[in-house]
């Protein structure tokens, strides 16, 4: 699978109470063309990391209504949408309007992250924003069709990107992963928020430090 047809194949999939950030529009926060740009940005970023060696997938549980909703990138959200562009050496347009809205999950991993020089892609299992009925700006965890259709696209984005190490971030994303992949290439985390921000961060630079080390 091309870059292309994984970003078609994602703006394909349509789902009860679920966002697609590649095919939807929010009326309230999004530019005219914010699913276009959404996915503009993710198709440049799949081909620039195909293109060189990725040391570690960083993998979510979903998209969440402060950041990857609006961004279209995986613990990204308005303020950190440049940081994001800079690691890659890529300038992605911002796709929603009004003020800068911040995730604090995306702060958390943010802070991490600029901190490590090596190359790390950002994914969540389940790729989408799901959201309870009638609220699209809430979120909730993904169920067992929505795991399914995830689980899919994490498996053609292994393929395409060939990431040298696995890191789950959380309960739910490292069940998935070591249900899926060789375990030997998996090294789960603590996720960073409700007071695990600390753990987190040091599991993160141990991963880092024996990476190096390689």
């Given at each position: 699978?091309?870059?292309?047809?994984?970003?078609?194949?994602?703006?394909?999939?349509?789902?009860?109470?679920?966002?697609?950030?590649?095919?939807?529009?929010?009326?309230?926060?999004?530019?005219?063309?914010?699913?276009?740009?959404?996915?503009r940005s993710l198709l440049s970023l799949l081909r620039t990391a195909q293109e060189i060696?990725?040391?570690?997938?960083?993998?979510?549980?979903?998209?969440?209504y402060r950041?990857?909703?609006?961004?279209?990138?995986?613990?990204?959200?308005d303020v950190h949408l440049s940081d994001h562009g800079k690691r890659w050496r890529l300038t992605f347009e911002r796709p929603t309007i009004g003020k800068m809205v911040a995730e604090m999950s995306a702060t958390f991993v943010w802070r991490v992250l600029n901190q490590l020089g090596v190359t790390i892609f950002l994914w969540n299992l389940f790729p989408l924003h799901p959201?309870?009925?009638?609220?699209?700006?809430?979120?909730?965890?993904?169920?067992?069709?929505?795991?399914?259709?995830?689980?899919?696209?994490?498996v053609e984005l292994t393929s395409l990107l060939k990431p040298e190490l696995l890191i789950p971030i959380g309960n739910d994303a490292a069940a998935a992963t070591q249900r899926i992949f060789d375990k030997s290439i998996i090294k789960p985390v603590r996720h960073p928020s409700y007071g695990g921000s600390a753990t987190f961060q040091n599991q993160m630079f141990e991963i880092y430090e024996s990476l190096k080390r390689r």
């Open positions: 699978m091309t870059p292309l047809q994984f970003v078609s194949q994602i703006q394909s999939v349509k789902l009860d109470n679920v966002f697609n950030p590649y095919l939807d529009r929010c009326t309230s926060c999004d530019d005219f063309e914010a699913p276009k740009i959404r996915s060696d990725v040391d570690m997938l960083w993998i979510g549980r979903d998209l969440g950041g990857g909703r609006r961004t279209g990138l995986a613990f990204t959200d959201h309870n009925e009638n609220n699209p700006f809430s979120n909730r965890k993904h169920n067992k069709q929505e795991r399914r259709v995830g689980e899919e696209f994490l």
